[in-house]
């Protein structure tokens, strides 16, 4: 099974900071690659999927980029709205896996 | 616009048998572009995807390693949802259960586009 690693497990930054998550497989996975915002409570919101394609509705503030076994999410100016955990999972292979998540707090 | 309706009792007692429904609208369970599944969530383990049905031509179903023993995920065209029995439950078993869709997206892969509300599932006495 393909093992999915994310850092750093929390950070604190400030609105209007520009934030990136780092995910890593452990195994090339192309392009499989999305990301989800989970805010407490709450299901998980996909973002990203295909490691770079905008989910409708999803603020152009977040973008997405890697292939193989690395991937980052970018926020280019953090808005109160995105403090939450954030997930990366991978649909290369059966079964999908997620990353342990990032949990973005407020400084 | 899909939605995903989540029923089932919150308390289970161990070694008895865990029992959720997804209620689908929007979409069809017989959808040859989605799959149907159920992930759960806890601290110790995370998001833990536990399987999916779907039907290609016919029915298919793939379970997770760690659950596959005790695990049926059924999908009912008759009420257009799927459902979800874990036998012989134990403490570990507690966590936030999610349905969810998996959208088939062919080249660009596929990926959970919509979830149910969850359900806390406590195993206990």
């Known amino acids: 099974d393909i093992q999915m690693t994310q850092s750093p497990s929390s950070l604190s930054a400030s609105v209007g900071d520009r934030v990136t998550i780092t995910c890593r497989a452990s195994?090339?996975?192309?392009?499989?690659l999305n990301w989800y915002q989970q805010k407490p409570g709450k299901a998980p919101k996909l973002l990203i999927y295909?490691?770079?394609s905008l989910q409708s509705g999803v603020p152009s503030r977040f973008s997405g980029s890697g292939s193989g076994t690395d991937f980052t999410l970018t926020i280019s100016s953090l808005q109160p709205e995105d403090f939450a955990t954030y997930y990366c999972q991978q649909s290369y292979s059966t079964p999908p896996a997620f990353g342990q998540g990032t949990k973005l707090e407020i400084k | 616009q899909v939605q995903l309706q989540q029923s089932g009792p919150g308390l289970v007692k161990p070694s008895q048998t865990l029992s959720l429904t997804c209620a689908i609208s929007?979409?069809?369970?017989?959808?040859?572009?989605?799959?149907w599944n159920w992930i759960r969530q806890s601290p110790s383990r995370g998001l833990e995807w536990l399987g999916r049905?779907?039907?290609?031509?016919?029915?298919?179903?793939d379970y997770a390693v760690s659950v596959k023993s005790r695990i049926t995920i059924n999908p009912d065209t008759s009420k257009n949802q799927f459902s979800l029995q874990l036998n012989s439950v134990t403490p570990e078993d507690t966590a936030v259960y999610y349905c969810?869709?998996?959208?088939?997206?062919?080249?660009?892969?596929?990926?959970?586009?919509?979830w149910g509300q969850g359900t806390l599932v406590t195993v206990s006495s």
């Open positions: 049905t779907y039907y290609r031509s016919k029915w298919y179903n």
């Open positions: 295909a490691a770079s």
């Open positions: 929007g979409d069809s369970v017989s959808s040859n572009s989605a799959a």
């Open positions: 195994q090339s996975i192309s392009s499989y």
């Open positions: 969810a869709r998996e959208l088939a997206a062919a080249a660009e892969g596929d990926y959970f586009d919509y």
